[in-house]
């Protein structure tokens, strides 16, 4: 998560944030996705390492490996507990890993941020941004968000795509700080809970 984000600051009441890390607690799944656990290292490692998958994302483990992605898991885990950070993945009929999804949370801020893939085999066909907007919606709902923001690199399209017709608004630039200390520049994108209700509750 980088350390400049959210760009927009408004101090939630202490117990709002409690009320966050609480929900964050209680999460067990997220829409069709359930929470990562540690014997999921090895099927999550067969996701990420498609460069596809994981060339455009900035907060995975670098290096990327079987040890890392086992440790990736823990540390959700224990953000779990503390009540700040989720890691959920999606299970194909065969129980192969085809999705994951990282949500990050400063409950202090009352905002969240949502990242994560899909398996390159069912890109292009809606189902990232079907799967993005149900999760958007479970951020403001269950979590109790009143921000959400959202970067994507400088040349991922579909994700800019997506952000854009999801009704987010572009805030400009900043520098995201990988794992392993090497930067990349990310487009910043956020979005209220009341810009998000007027826009998709009524539909
Ligand atoms: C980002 C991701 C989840 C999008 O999922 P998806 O199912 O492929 O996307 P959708 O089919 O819902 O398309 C979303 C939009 O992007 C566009 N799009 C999708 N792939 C594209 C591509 N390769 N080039 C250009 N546009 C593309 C679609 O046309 C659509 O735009 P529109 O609604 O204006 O027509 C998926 O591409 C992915 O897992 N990418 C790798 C990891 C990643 O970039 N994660 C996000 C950063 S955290």
């Known amino acids: 998560m980088a350390g ?21 607690r209680g999460a067990t799944q997220m829409g069709e996705s359930r929470l990562a656990r540690p014997e999921d290292a090895a099927g999550l490692y067969a996701l990420l ?7 455009p994302i900035y907060s995975l483990p670098r290096p990327l490996t079987r040890e890392t992605v086992a440790a990736f898991i823990d540390h959700h885990l224990a953000e779990r507990e503390t009540g700040i950070g989720l890691l959920f993945v ?22 969240g941020e949502l990242g994560g893939a899909l398996h ?29 923001c959202e970067t994507a690199s400088l ?3 579909a994700t800019q795509r997506m952000l854009d017709g999801l009704g987010f608004r572009r805030l400009g630039e900043v520098t995201s700080v990988r794992p392993d ?3 990349r520049a ?7 809970r009341a810009e998000w209700a007027a826009r998709h509750d009524a539909s």
């Open 4 to 24: 400049d984000l959210p760009l927009t600051r408004n101090p939630a009441a202490t117990e709002k944030a409690e009320a966050i890390r609480a929900a964050v």
């Open 49 to 55: 390492a498609d460069p596809k998958v994981f060339a």
């Open 90 to 111: 999606r299970e194909g009929e065969d129980g192969r890993i085809l999705g994951y999804s990282d949500v990050q949370v400063w409950p202090h801020w009352g905002a």
């Open 120 to 148: 390159p085999s069912l890109h292009r066909q809606g189902a990232g941004g079907r799967g993005a907007g149900l999760s958007f919606a479970w951020m403001y709902d269950t979590l109790g968000l009143d921000l959400i």
């Open 155 to 157: 040349d991922n399209v």
């Open 181 to 183: 200390g090497t930067t």
């Open 186 to 192: 990310s487009l910043v994108w956020e979005m209220t």
